[in-house]
């Protein structure tokens, strides 16, 4: 399970990442040019590597209001469902909707067709989207 990983939007792209989040402080320094220096936060990802070399650790700069934490779980189609992410699902009786995947209350969840809060049933899931907000 993969309950540690996150999926965010690349700084400099209009795509996004998933890989295991981490957070550069700026070092303190007594003088400085820039004192205004800002946290940046990055999703890490272990590049491709070939016979038995090391792999190298791509740090990629993301937008860190659009961290979305995975569930752990995969859809039907074997894709990691994140917070945030629309998901497709089967209606209560007959037909199916869409909703968001969101974190309450200690756990993940969606709305269901009848109720505001359900837990995630990922077997009958299928990631279609992601939106932030």
């Known amino acids: 399970m993969n309950r540690y990983m996150v999926k965010a939007k690349h700084l400099d792209k209009d795509d996004f990442v998933e890989g295991y989040l981490y957070e550069h402080e700026p070092p303190l320094t007594v003088f400085s040019n820039d004192p205004t220096e800002e946290r940046k936060w990055y999703v890490l990802q272990t590049a491709f590597a070939d016979w038995n070399m090391p792999r190298q650790v791509d740090f990629i700069e993301i937008d860190k209001n659009t961290i979305s ?57 299928e990631v279609i989207g992601w939106k932030i907000g």
């Open 69 to 125: 934490s995975c569930t752990g779980l995969k859809d039907k189609n074997g894709v990691y469902i994140f917070e945030n992410d629309i998901v497709k699902m089967r209606k209560y009786g007959t037909g199916y909707m869409e909703t968001k995947v969101y974190f309450k209350d200690g756990k993940f969840a969606v709305n269901g067709s009848n109720y505001h809060f359900k837990d995630i049933k990922s077997d009958n899931m």
